[in-house]
C-alpha cells in the first residue's frame, strides 16, 4: 500500500523542496503524535494558531453543538447566524470603544486585502506604507506589502504605490505624509525574526499618523490573542490602531481571520458599489463557535496572566551561552544562534527527541518558540532539556 507520506509527495502541492514530513495522526493538549506512536511537544502551535492547545474540550463541545445547528447556509453578512454575531460581539467588548465592527474572513492574508480596501476607499488615498521584512500573507495584495524583494520579484508585477520603511527607526516615519492611505505593521515583527518595536517608536507611529490623516493598520496575526502576555500587543504600546487584522490564534483551531475597524471606516464597503467586498465562506459559523469558545477560554481559565510566569522559565531555562539573544515577547520567542545549519540541526534533533521547534521566514538564524499558552511547567522544563542538549551537540 502507498503510504501517506508517499502520497502527500505525489499528490498534494509542495510549498519548498524540503517539507519536513513529519507525519500527525492526532493532536492533544501541547503535544502532537504521530501513527507509530511518536510524540511531539509542540513548542511551534501550528504556528500561533494552537494558543489554548490542541482539541480544547470547550471548542470541540461548541463545534459539536454548532455541527448539529446548521453549516454553511449563505454567503458573508446575508443571513444572521448567531456564531458570526455572537463571537463578533465578545472580540468587540474586549477591544477599546473605537472599533465597532467586525469582518469575518478565512484567513489573515483575506483580512489584509480587506483592509487595504477599506483604507484607501475611506482615506480616498491610494499611497501604503509597509515595513521592510514584514510578513502579512501570500495573496497578490498582501504579498505587496512583504518588505522583502526576493519575494515580490517572482511575482511582479504586483500592487502600485506601495513604499517600505524601516520597522522600528523613528527617521523613516517621516515617508508617512498626506498622501499615505495607510501604515500597515505588524505589532511584533514575526518572521523577521520576532523583532519588538520600542514603545517610543509605535506612540511616534501613532502620532504620525494622526497628524497625516493615515490609517494606522496592526498586523495582529500572530501576536493577538494573548501571546505577547497581553489579549493584544498593541496594549504594551499604550495606543490603539485604526484597523486591527487577526487570524490563526482566533479560531481555537478552526480556519478564520476578522479585520475589525471604526464603523464609520468599515461602512465604506456597503455601497459604491455595494457588495465590493465579499466572501462565501468568510466567518463559517462553526469557526465562530469554535473562536467564542476559544476567546472565552482565555478570559476565563486567566491564561493570559501566566504567559509571564511562564516566558521567564523559558529564558531561565534556555540560558545558554551559545544561544546569542532569546528575543520575543511573552510566548512568542525566538532564540537567536549563529547560522541555518544549526537551526536546521536543533530543529531536527528535537523533533526527533520529542519537541517540535521552526524557523522564520526572513531570518534563518533564529528558532521559533511559540507553545500553547497553556502549555505546564513540566513540559517548559522538558521541552529545554532537550533544546539544550540540541544546543550542546550543534553549537
Ligand atoms: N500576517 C502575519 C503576521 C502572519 O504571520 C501571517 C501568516 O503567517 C499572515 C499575515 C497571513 O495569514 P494566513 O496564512 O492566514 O493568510
Redesign the pocket.
Known amino acids: 500500500m502507498i503510504s501517506n507520506r508517499e502520497l502527500f509527495l505525489k499528490n498534494t502541492a509542495q510549498t519548498s523542496d524540503s517539507p519536513r514530513l513529519i507525519e500527525i495522526e492526532k493532536a492533544e493538549g501541547s503535544y502532537l503524535y504521530g501513527p507509530q506512536g511518536q510524540k511531539y511537544l509542540d513548542l511551534v502551535s501550528g504556528?500561533?494558531v494552537s494558543n489554548i492547545g490542541h482539541r480544547h474540550p470547550r471548542v470541540i463541545q461548541a463545534i459539536k453543538d454548532q455541527l448539529e445547528k446548521y453549516l454553511h447556509v449563505t454567503v458573508y453578512g446575508e443571513f444572521v447566524q448567531a456564531p458570526q454575531v455572537q463571537f463578533a460581539t465578545k472580540l468587540l467588548e474586549n477591544l477599546p470603544d473605537s472599533f465597532g465592527s467586525v469582518y469575518l474572513t478565512?484567513?489573515?492574508?483575506?483580512?489584509?486585502e480587506g483592509s487595504m480596501k477599506i483604507a484607501k476607499k475611506y482615506t480616498g488615498r491610494r499611497q501604503i506604507i509597509a515595513a521592510k521584512n514584514?510578513?502579512?500573507?501570500?495573496?497578490q495584495g498582501?504579498l505587496s506589502l512583504i518588505g522583502n524583494a526576493e519575494y515580490h520579484k517572482a511575482y511582479a508585477p504586483l500592487l502600485p504605490e506601495i513604499d517600505f520603511i524601516e520597522y522600528n527607526k523613528l527617521q523613516d516615519l517621516e515617508c508617512i505624509t498626506e498622501k499615505t492611505a495607510a501604515v500597515f505593521v505588524?505589532a511584533i515583527?514575526?518572521?523577521a525574526g520576532v523583532r519588538v518595536p520600542s514603545v517610543e517608536y509605535m506612540q511616534a507611529l501613532r502620532n504620525k499618523c494622526n497628524e497625516t490623516g493615515a490609517l494606522l493598520i496592526f498586523?495582529?496575526?500572530?501576536?493577538g490573542f494573548g501571546r505577547t502576555g497581553r489579549l493584544f500587543a498593541f496594549e504594551h504600546f499604550g495606543i490603539v490602531p485604526d484597523i486591527l487584522?487577526l487570524?490563526?490564534g482566533i479560531g481555537g483551531g478552526m480556519?478564520l481571520?476578522a479585520f475589525v475597524a471604526p464603523k464609520a471606516i468599515m461602512d465604506v464597503i456597503k455601497s459604491n458599489p455595494m457588495l465590493g467586498h465579499i466572501t462565501t465562506f468568510g466567518g463559517h459559523p462553526v469557526s465562530c463557535a469554535a473562536a467564542l469558545a476559544s476567546l472565552n477560554v482565555i478570559l476565563e481559565e486567566k491564561l493570559i496572566e501566566k504567559v509571564e510566569q511562564k516566558a521567564a522559565l523559558f529564558r531561565k531555562e534556555l540560558a545558554h551561552p551559545k544561544i546569542k539573544e532569546i528575543r520575543g515577547l511573552g510566548l512568542m520567542m525566538c532564540l537567536q544562534v549563529e547560522n541555518f545549519d544549526q537551526v536546521y540541526n536543533i530543529s531536527k534533533y528535537c523533533a526527533d527527541n520529542g519537541v517540535m521547534i521552526d524557523w522564520y521566514?526572513h531570518c534563518e538564524t533564529a528558532l521559533r518558540v511559540a507553545p500553547p499558552l497553556t502549555i505546564s511547567e513540566e513540559e517548559i522544563m522538558e521541552a529545554c532539556r532537550i533544546i539544550r542538549a540540541a544546543i550542546d551537540k550543534f553549537c
Open positions: 504556528f500561533n478565512n484567513s489573515g492574508a483575506e483580512a489584509v514584514a510578513y502579512h500573507g501570500s495573496t498582501a505588524e515583527q514575526g518572521e498586523d495582529e496575526i500572530q501576536t487584522m487570524a490563526k480556519p481571520g521566514l
